[in-house]
């Protein structure tokens, strides 16, 4: 089992930039690829990026490629996702995501394990 917790986010203005974490805990992290999933408020839970375990892969949504970036801290169990240059559209829930493989896929049932996620808010 891998428990997950996202934090890191709030409230922003658009342009501004934030950062978040996904800290796991449980069974070795660095045996699994982690994902970064975002679900506006009543619409589908859509793709954002994802990180090989290793950190030597990465993939991302089209809306995120330039703005976003994944990253991973293995001695420290932790995923990140820098924001920046943030649009009122990115407005959603956050949520990362584990599967014990090499690399994740974009789809969101190729995923074992979540996070409760993290809310962030644009404001125009």
């Known amino acids: 089992q891998v428990q997950l917790e996202e934090s890191g986010g709030g409230f922003v203005q658009a342009g501004g930039s934030l950062r978040l974490s996904c800290a796991a805990s449980g069974r070795t992290f660095s045996n699994y690829a982690v994902a970064w999933f975002r679900q506006p408020a009543e619409k589908e839970r859509d793709f954002v990026a994802v990180v090989s375990w290793s950190s030597s892969i990465t993939a991302y949504a089209d809306f995120a490629k330039g703005r976003f970036t994944i990253s991973r801290d293995n001695a420290k169990n932790t995923v990140y996702l820098q924001m920046n240059s943030l649009k009122p559209e990115d407005a959603a829930v956050y949520y990362c995501?584990?599967?014990?493989?090499?690399?994740?896929?974009?789809?969101?049932?190729?995923?074992?394990?979540w996070g409760r996620g993290t809310q962030v808010t644009v404001s125009s």
């Open positions: 995501a584990a599967v014990q493989a090499y690399m994740g896929s974009r789809n969101w049932d190729h995923y074992n394990y």
